[in-house]
């Protein structure tokens, strides 16, 4: 279940991402980005950005789970969610 919060981190260009989550990050003080395998390289640039623009605090979680490909075959896929706070 997605929150107001949260931020997707998909296949658009990153600076989008930047905006949304500097959006996100001014108005509620608290932004989340999550993403999935190679997706994450994207995620840890946007907080990167933010560190550097912001005083921000922040907390890194890491998951994998098993996504059933076909009949017979899983894969694994990495999750992250990073939960941004803005330091005042």
Same mark, same amino acid.
């Given at each position: 279940?997605?929150?107001?919060?949260?931020?997707?981190?998909?296949?658009?260009? !990153?600076?989008?991402? =930047?905006?949304? &989550?500097?959006?996100?990050?001014?108005?509620?003080?608290?932004?989340?980005?999550? &993403?999935?395998?190679?997706? !994450? =390289? @994207?995620?840890?640039?946007?907080?990167?950005?933010? @560190?550097?623009?912001?005083? =921000?605090?922040? %907390?890194?979680? %890491?998951?994998?789970?098993?996504? @059933? !490909?076909?009949?017979?075959?899983?894969?694994?896929?990495?999750? !992250? %969610?990073? %939960?941004?706070?803005? =330091? @005042?």
């Amino acid at each position: 279940m997605s929150s107001v919060k949260e931020v997707l981190i998909g296949r658009k260009e !990153i600076f989008f991402y =930047v905006l949304v &989550a500097e959006d996100r990050l001014l108005r509620y003080n608290e932004v989340i980005l999550r &993403a999935r395998g190679k997706l !994450i =390289v @994207k995620a840890i640039d946007v907080l990167e950005i933010l @560190k550097r623009k912001y005083s =921000v605090s922040y %907390t890194i979680e %890491t998951d994998s789970e098993n996504i @059933k !490909i076909s009949d017979d075959k899983e894969k694994r896929i990495s999750n !992250i %969610t990073i %939960t941004i706070k803005l =330091v @005042k």
